[in-house]
């Protein structure tokens, strides 16, 4: 059984006295444990697909089903649990708040769940000795480096356990480096199990996923599994 | 780590604008309670001025004759052989249910006596009432003790060119002159005071009283229900309310009284907007951040929430502090108002207040702040990220 299908989802948006095609009676299925990446270029539609599976946009027309789950058939309120229990986001400028440490900004998605204290505590450490910062939770963000907090982020969107991760350009302001361990870890978790979806403009991370979809004009252009050689080289 | 974790982090790193709000609503609560903590000062200070003015209440004998007119007061019969109030009726004044607000009872016997064969108003009083009474009373001399002494007024000292010390006869009996009144301007210059028992029995009026002044404690005091009650314990007599001194006084003070609302009222509209501006622009900044609340699963009401609880902590604190600075204010004040007379009294409720009307204004301030945060749609928040 398919973990999200996306049935005819269209989205338009009002630019002044345009109407734009974000997405375009888009079909899409993914499998559960899948780490599918999202290609295309600027205004394809990437990031929209992301906020409309992600409950934060509500398509114009169609249905997103997650995990059995009509979205938006759900409630304001009910669309913000289900993106508490069901969604983990990474955000491309890592988005951590900066008044709380890491630690703290792991523990920000527990802070409204009936776990104990001393629960939320031993979940945020977890999740933080599995990004490898151990070392660095009393740490705000400011005193990490881009790849610390970029982990950082990632161990908040894992620390409720959520079936689907979706991650929006993770590695887009990282160097070389950072960018390779960001990807080694999402590999890992994938290879734990976990479906991921992550949006990106660079070729350099075809490789680690198992399938990407390229996307134009608010429709998939190509869906391959595993095949760098089949997306368009105008990527 | 709970939402009130990120509250208290919140405010400490933007410690400028906690400090800003919590100084804009202590300085509106601190001007609050300092205008109502004078009112209730000089309202005090008033009640005991008002007290110390003397009878609020006077009791007269009934009569539908002519009568002597004694300060603006008609006096049933005092000139004939009319009724009087029995001084045995006057115990009936302890069963009034107001009698906690009775402070002094001044019986008098009024009536005329002859003097060198001129006619002469003598009036009979308990002295320690009356000089309760009578606060303005300045005697030279002293105040009658025994039984032939007299106190007289400044007419009837200058009339018969009477000194301390002088002996007068009054219907035959000698009387030592013990103290000059000085002029009051009243039908006090004209009497001749003695005490109550030998004005009675000079005037041939045993057990008789022709008027009864009482000054009753007039803080939220029923005058119109003692003057009923009065009349009820009294049926023989007239009792009536001096409400022309009462209703000034008072009016006095309800014009203070309006006056500080009206300022406290402009103080705390200004301290909510103040909040409400603040809180706005807070919010403004926090877009970013309450998007990736909304995006990471915070209910609206959980955002709700943060914001109205980092409202109701700087409204508290504003509370707290703006109490205690309105009264250091009062403290200060006080002296220089009423020449230091006023005095300060603990007022459980003015504190209890204090503090909840300034949560109260900083909660509904907020109110709009908040709702607009919780309003904001988690894409429409993202796209400031």
């Given at each position: 059984?398919?973990?999200?299908?996306?049935?005819?989802?269209?989205?338009?948006?009002?630019?002044?006295?345009?109407?734009?095609?974000?997405l375009?009676k888009?079909?899409?299925?993914?499998?559960?444990g899948t780490?599918?990446?999202v290609m295309?270029?600027?205004g394809?539609?990437?990031?929209t697909l992301l906020s409309?599976?992600?409950?934060?946009?509500s398509p114009?027309?169609?249905?997103?089903?997650?995990?059995?789950?009509?979205?938006?058939g759900?409630?304001?309120e009910?669309?913000?649990?289900?993106?508490?229990?069901?969604?983990?986001?990474i955000?491309?400028?890592?988005?951590?708040?900066?008044y709380?440490?890491?630690?703290?900004?792991?523990?920000?998605?527990?802070?409204?769940t009936?776990f104990s204290?001393?629960?939320?505590?031993?979940?945020?450490?977890?999740?933080?000795?599995?990004?490898g910062?151990?070392?660095?939770?009393?740490?705000?963000?400011?005193?990490?480096?881009g790849?610390?907090?970029?982990?950082?982020?990632?161990a908040?969107?894992?620390?409720?356990?959520?079936?689907?991760?979706?991650?929006?350009?993770p590695?887009?302001s990282?160097?070389?480096?950072?960018?390779?361990q960001v990807?080694?870890?999402?590999?890992?978790?994938?290879e734990?199990g976990?479906?991921?979806i992550m949006?990106t403009?660079?070729?350099?991370n075809?490789?680690?996923?198992?399938?990407?979809v390229?996307?134009?004009?608010?429709?998939?252009?190509?869906?391959?599994?595993s095949?760098?050689d089949?997306?368009?080289?105008a990527i | 780590?709970?939402?009130?974790?990120?509250?208290l982090?919140?405010?400490?790193?933007?410690k400028?604008r906690?400090?800003f709000?919590v100084?804009g609503?202590?300085?509106g609560?601190?001007?609050v309670v300092?205008?109502?903590?004078?009112?209730d000062?000089l309202?005090?200070?008033a009640?005991?001025?008002?007290?110390?003015f003397?009878?609020?209440?006077?009791?007269?004998?009934?009569?539908?004759?002519?009568?002597?007119?004694?300060?603006g007061?008609?006096?049933?019969?005092?000139n004939?052989?009319?009724?009087?109030?029995?001084?045995?009726d006057?115990?009936?004044?302890?069963?009034i249910?107001?009698?906690?607000?009775?402070?002094?009872i001044g019986?008098?016997?009024?009536?005329?006596v002859?003097?060198?064969?001129?006619?002469v108003?003598m009036m009979g009083?308990?002295?320690?009432?009356?000089?309760?009474?009578?606060?303005?009373?300045?005697?030279?001399?002293?105040?009658i003790?025994?039984?032939n002494e007299l106190?007289v007024g400044?007419?009837?000292?200058k009339?018969?060119?009477?000194?301390?010390?002088?002996?007068?006869q009054?219907n035959?009996?000698?009387y030592?002159?013990?103290?000059?009144?000085a002029?009051?301007?009243?039908?006090?210059?004209?009497?001749?005071?003695?005490?109550?028992?030998v004005?009675?029995?000079?005037l041939d009026?045993?057990?008789?009283?022709?008027?009864?002044?009482?000054?009753?404690l007039?803080?939220?005091?029923?005058?119109d229900?003692?003057?009923?009650?009065?009349?009820?314990v009294?049926?023989?007599?007239?009792?009536?309310?001096?409400?022309?001194?009462?209703?000034?006084?008072m009016?006095a003070?309800?014009?203070?009284?309006f006056f500080?609302w009206g300022?406290?009222?402009?103080?705390?509209?200004?301290?909510?907007?103040?909040?409400?501006?603040t809180?706005?622009?807070a919010i403004?900044?926090?877009?970013?951040e309450?998007?990736?609340?909304r995006?990471?699963?915070?209910?609206?009401?959980?955002?709700?929430?943060m914001?109205?609880?980092?409202?109701?902590?700087?409204?508290?604190?504003?509370?707290?502090?703006?109490?205690?600075v309105g009264?250091?204010a009062?403290l200060?004040?006080?002296?220089?108002?009423?020449?230091?007379?006023a005095?300060?009294?603990?007022?459980?409720?003015?504190?209890?207040s204090?503090?909840?009307?300034?949560?109260?204004?900083?909660?509904?301030a907020?109110l709009?702040?908040?709702?607009r945060a919780?309003?904001?749609?988690?894409s429409?928040?993202?796209?400031?990220l």
């Amino acid at each position: 059984m398919s973990l999200i299908t996306l049935d005819k989802v269209h989205k338009n948006y009002i630019n002044g006295a345009d109407c734009v095609i974000a997405l375009n009676k888009l079909c899409l299925t993914v499998e559960e444990g899948t780490f599918l990446g999202v290609m295309g270029p600027s205004g394809s539609g990437k990031s929209t697909l992301l906020s409309v599976l992600g409950a934060l946009a509500s398509p114009s027309s169609g249905s997103v089903i997650v995990d059995g789950i009509d979205v938006y058939g759900l409630s304001a309120e009910k669309q913000a649990d289900f993106r508490r229990e069901y969604l983990g986001f990474i955000f491309q400028s890592h988005n951590l708040i900066p008044y709380l440490n890491a630690l703290e900004n792991v523990m920000l998605p527990l802070a409204v769940t009936r776990f104990s204290a001393d629960e939320k505590r031993r979940r945020a450490n977890d999740m933080l000795k599995r990004v490898g910062l151990p070392d660095r939770m009393l740490h705000l963000p400011q005193q990490l480096s881009g790849g610390e907090q970029e982990r950082v982020a990632i161990a908040r969107a894992l620390v409720n356990s959520p079936p689907l991760l979706l991650a929006d350009e993770p590695t887009g302001s990282l160097d070389t480096t950072n960018s390779h361990q960001v990807m080694s870890l999402l590999k890992e978790l994938h290879e734990d199990g976990q479906t991921i979806i992550m949006v990106t403009h660079n070729r350099e991370n075809l490789e680690w996923f198992d399938r990407t979809v390229y996307l134009r004009d608010g429709k998939v252009e190509k869906d391959v599994q595993s095949c760098l050689d089949q997306l368009p080289q105008a990527i | 780590m709970r939402l009130e974790h990120i509250v208290l982090h919140n405010l400490r790193r933007r410690k400028g604008r906690a400090v800003f709000l919590v100084i804009g609503l202590l300085i509106g609560v601190a001007t609050v309670v300092t205008l109502l903590s004078l009112t209730d000062a000089l309202g005090r200070r008033a009640q005991n001025e008002l007290e110390n003015f003397g009878a609020n209440i006077i009791i007269t004998p009934r009569s539908d004759e002519l009568t002597l007119n004694y300060g603006g007061v008609q006096l049933g019969g005092v000139n004939l052989v009319a009724k009087e109030i029995e001084q045995a009726d006057l115990v009936k004044i302890d069963d009034i249910p107001n009698r906690r607000n009775v402070a002094t009872i001044g019986p008098k016997v009024l009536g005329a006596v002859e003097i060198e064969g001129q006619r002469v108003m003598m009036m009979g009083i308990d002295p320690d009432a009356e000089l309760k009474l009578k606060r303005w009373w300045s005697i030279a001399g002293r105040s009658i003790e025994k039984g032939n002494e007299l106190v007289v007024g400044d007419s009837v000292a200058k009339r018969f060119n009477l000194n301390m010390g002088d002996i007068l006869q009054v219907n035959g009996h000698d009387y030592t002159v013990v103290g000059l009144l000085a002029r009051t301007g009243s039908q006090d210059d004209q009497l001749l005071i003695a005490p109550l028992s030998v004005a009675q029995v000079e005037l041939d009026k045993l057990g008789q009283v022709s008027m009864v002044e009482v000054a009753a404690l007039c803080h939220d005091c029923p005058v119109d229900d003692m003057v009923n009650q009065l009349q009820h314990v009294l049926p023989g007599t007239d009792v009536q309310a001096v409400q022309q001194v009462v209703k000034t006084r008072m009016h006095a003070l309800d014009q203070f009284r309006f006056f500080a609302w009206g300022v406290a009222v402009t103080v705390v509209i200004i301290g909510a907007l103040l909040v409400f501006v603040t809180m706005m622009g807070a919010i403004s900044e926090r877009t970013r951040e309450i998007g990736i609340f909304r995006a990471i699963g915070y209910r609206r009401w959980h955002v709700l929430h943060m914001v109205l609880m980092e409202a109701a902590i700087v409204s508290t604190l504003s509370g707290v502090l703006g109490y205690l600075v309105g009264v250091g204010a009062t403290l200060i004040a006080l002296p220089l108002l009423e020449g230091g007379k006023a005095t300060w009294h603990w007022n459980s409720t003015l504190a209890v207040s204090a503090v909840l009307a300034a949560v109260v204004v900083g909660l509904l301030a907020s109110l709009p702040p908040a709702l607009r945060a919780s309003r904001l749609e988690p894409s429409e928040a993202l796209r400031a990220l």
